[in-house]
């Protein structure tokens, strides 16, 4: 009796996984430093060969928009932001075009929070470098005030077609806060051309996944600002992404002052009051963009921020450790600990 009810629970449990179930031929898990950072790839339900052939596919795309999009290398961004400050007409590069249109877009959404036209400050702070220096000390109130008064930002460049114009002479820009995340949404589309299903593409802990893992969604972990373990996971949805902005990534410490690479356009100081934002959204650009503006705005404006940029999943951990959130990303949160405090709104 025992034996059929369990073969009964086993039919139905098979049926209740419908056809979406990836066929686990082949599963490949790669890592690779690509993009500034470790790469982590799963693709699954194709056999082998088509597998290895669509990961080469995206070590090379990531290697291709990394060297193009660099803030501080010798490419086409460069020539970009040379010529850009020289308030000349000039022919865009076709591979930046779309980074700087949509870009153009989500500044204007996050009323400036979300600023690539500040190259300039990011650079005087010192994180343009792939290696900050840990005895770095902060800029100057002057040198911040010039930059301050400049104001340079997304609107100050005319484009039309491919033809561009700057208007102000401290335009530089610095795509390090969204190009993650376009690179993983080129990422995913090329993989979904080249005929994969179900695949996660996570960089660095931001990532973007299709499809499902085996008969589950594909499950991440988020990390805790404070410490290098996780602090919360969720499922995740086919073509969802999942990005997180913090003040650990890059940073030094200056008389016992942390100064992070994350700068508030309007102060040209590391924005305070935030540890972490988390925000989930379809594309990867947006998501991107989306948790580097809310980390500015901090645990009083983000609700306006996410709503004028469309988010509905937002996570932000205060300098306090409190965890604010929109009901949407409580339903999907699961804590490994429950957080000490929890403020929900939208
Ligand atoms: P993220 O880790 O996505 O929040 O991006 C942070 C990176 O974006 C920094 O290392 C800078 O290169 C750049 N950045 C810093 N502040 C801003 C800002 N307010 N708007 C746009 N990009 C920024
Ligand atoms: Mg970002």
Same mark, same amino acid.
């Given at each position: 009796m025992k034996s059929i009810l369990l073969l009964t629970l086993a039919a139905l449990l098979s049926v209740g996984c419908d056809s979406q179930k990836p066929t686990p031929l082949y599963e490949l898990n790669e890592t690779a430093y690509t993009f500034g950072t470790l790469v982590d790839v799963t693709i699954i339900g194709v056999d082998e060969q088509q597998a290895n052939d669509a990961y080469t596919a995206l070590l090379e795309d990531f290697s291709y928009m990394h060297n193009t999009w660099h803030a501080w290398q010798n490419n086409a961004l460069r020539r970009i932001n040379n010529l850009l400050k020289t308030g000349a007409n000039f022919t865009l590069t076709p591979s930046v075009f779309p980074l700087i249109q949509q870009a153009q877009a989500l500044s204007k959404q996050s009323e400036?929070?979300?600023?690539?036209?500040?190259g300039e400050m990011v650079a005087l702070w010192g994180f343009h470098s792939s290696e900050p220096d840990e005895f770095a000390?902060?800029?100057?109130?002057d040198e911040i005030n010039a930059l301050l008064n400049?104001?340079?930002?997304?609107?100050?460049?005319?484009?039309e077609g491919l033809n561009m114009r700057g208007n102000n002479a401290h335009l530089q820009l610095d795509f390090g806060a969204f190009a993650k995340g376009v690179a993983v949404d080129v990422a995913i589309e090329h993989l979904r051309e080249l005929g994969i299903k179900h695949a996660i593409v996570n960089a660095g802990g931001d990532l973007r996944a299709i499809g499902q893992h085996d008969d589950r969604p594909w499950h991440i972990g988020i990390r805790d600002p404070r410490s290098e373990g996780i602090i919360a996971a969720l499922d995740i949805g086919d073509g969802e992404s999942v990005f997180t902005s913090g003040d650990y990534e890059r940073f030094f410490e200056h008389?016992?002052?942390?100064?992070?690479?994350?700068?508030? @356009?309007? !102060? *040209?100081? @590391?924005? !305070? *009051?935030?540890?972490s934002v988390t925000v989930i959204h379809d594309s990867g650009a947006v998501a991107d963009a989306a948790a580097t503006a809310l980390f500015i705005a901090g645990a009083d404006?983000?609700?306006?921020?996410?709503?004028?940029?469309?988010?509905?999943?937002?996570?932000?951990i205060?300098?306090?450790?409190?965890?604010?959130?929109?009901p949407a990303m409580a339903e999907r949160i699961e804590f490994l600990q429950p957080p000490?405090?929890?403020?929900?709104?939208e």
């Open positions: 400036n929070l979300f600023n690539p036209a500040i000390i902060p800029p100057s109130d400049a104001a340079p930002k997304m609107a100050d460049i005319d484009v008389e016992g002052k942390r100064y992070h690479h994350i700068i508030d @356009p309007r !102060t *040209g100081y @590391p924005a !305070t *009051g935030t540890r404006n983000w609700q306006r921020i996410a709503k004028s940029m469309s988010i509905e999943h937002v996570m932000l205060d300098e306090q450790g409190i965890v604010h959130m929109t000490g405090k929890i403020r929900l709104s």
